[in-house]
């Protein structure tokens, strides 16, 4: 493979001296582009998934970065973009995920666009399958390894939270002897993933002091006790390098999450909490937990959309959110999709109302919400929920 500085899927992003990968997807096939490529003057063409995981990995073989493997059912991205500002605030020279690009394409695209000069690298890995996180770790070998949390996200097809909690776990399993393991004793699956290492492992709790200062930093920007959560674990990753805290606590000031994270906006009066890039029941329930702890000068308003990947179980686990939204605070609920009007019925209490779809649940907002009141969005990302805002 020639020298190159960087890659790409698309042939309108390719400058100079860049690598462009040709894979066939749902629509259009990248092959169909390679002229353009070349046109533009790509330094080579990378054809398709297994030639582009061979790159990358032989790329990685020649960083003398740090690779950071970050994975988790709930939580990675942020703590994925914790570790990044961290070791930043170190005073280290960084490269990270863009967004939650942590598939198979995303994480080999990811170290082809890693700066030969950046000390860290720091990699999200996401599975819906089993022996994704194995065929991913085989490409970026990290040095070292964060777990955020074990849910039940994409639980159809582990079958488990233990069987969720292995394939996390590999991350952690195929660990050099000499790297690091960092884990939150708070999780679902401490211990089997603490047996799971090939390496030193670091426990955290985010109730210890340092947690306590990090929420305190964090509470005006990102609120919750997941991402206190995040947080620890950043910390303590970033500290392995030499980060102090003090660093860490710093770089929270003007901290912001990428996407539809968390986002809040006012309209007329109306307090917005835009959380619609992703939902599995952990996220779902953290997320009500948190907004339900928010101050508000009227009533609180939940508008919660269906959780896709969750098998036999998916009644189950819309159920149990919904039984946890009526637990809260909260002045209304609106349940948006066919799992979460299913889920209705099956939870005691004031029943949520039911709108049909996103479009439907705007109208009903429209007619509902008033000055001082706050609303949450929270959905898988399929579901655009996000178009309440539109």
């Not at 590999?170 to 939150?184: C, E, I, N, S």
């Not at 709790?205 to 991402?227: C, F, K, T």
Request: net charge negative.
């Amino acid at each position: 493979m020639p020298a190159f500085s960087g890659a790409t899927l698309d042939s309108r992003k390719v400058k100079p001296g860049m690598l462009f990968v040709a894979v066939k997807g749902e629509r259009l096939d990248g092959h169909d582009f390679i002229p353009q490529a070349r046109a533009a003057g790509a330094a080579g063409i990378v054809d398709g998934r297994e030639e582009l995981a061979r790159v990358a990995a032989e790329y990685r073989r020649t960083l003398k970065a740090k690779v950071i493997g970050i994975t988790g059912s709930a939580g990675k991205t942020t703590t994925k973009e914790l570790v990044a500002a961290f070791l930043r605030a170190g005073g280290f020279r960084v490269h990270a995920t863009e967004g939650n690009f942590n598939n198979d394409l995303g994480l080999p695209l990811t170290i082809l666009n890693c700066p030969p000069d950046a000390e860290f690298l720091v990699v999200e890995m996401g599975t819906n399958h089993p022996g994704e996180i194995a065929y991913l770790v085989d490409i970026a070998r990290p040095d070292a390894g964060v777990i955020s949390s074990i849910g039940t996200a994409h639980i159809e097809f582990f079958k488990t939270q233990d069987g969720i909690a292995d394939e996390k776990g590999t991350l952690f399993a195929r660990l050099p002897p000499d790297g690091f393991a960092v884990v939150g004793v708070n999780n679902d699956r401490y211990e089997r993933l603490r047996a799971m290492s090939a390496a030193r492992v670091v426990a955290v709790d985010p109730s210890d002091e340092v947690g306590a200062r990090l929420a305190s930093a964090l509470a005006p920007r990102l609120p919750g006790a997941h991402n206190v959560s995040n947080a620890r674990l950043a910390a303590a990753c970033a500290g392995e390098f030499g980060v102090p805290l003090d660093r860490c606590v710093a770089a929270l000031e003007d901290f912001a999450l990428p996407g539809d994270r968390w986002r809040v906006t006012e309209r007329d009066g109306v307090t917005y909490v835009n959380d619609c890039y992703n939902a599995n029941p952990t996220s779902m329930i953290a997320a009500l937990e948190t907004f339900a702890a928010m101050p508000c000068a009227g009533r609180r308003v939940a508008v919660l959309g269906d959780m896709f990947e969750l098998g036999a179980q998916s009644g189950e686990l819309h159920a149990r959110v919904l039984a946890r939204a009526a637990e809260l605070p909260l002045d209304a609920v609106f349940a948006v999709g066919e799992a979460m009007a299913a889920a209705c019925a099956a939870v005691a209490g004031r029943p949520p109302c039911r709108v049909a779809d996103a479009a439907a649940a705007k109208a009903e907002l429209a007619a509902f919400v008033r000055a001082g009141d706050a609303v949450l969005l929270k959905a898988s990302h399929g579901m655009h929920l996000e178009a309440v805002l539109a």
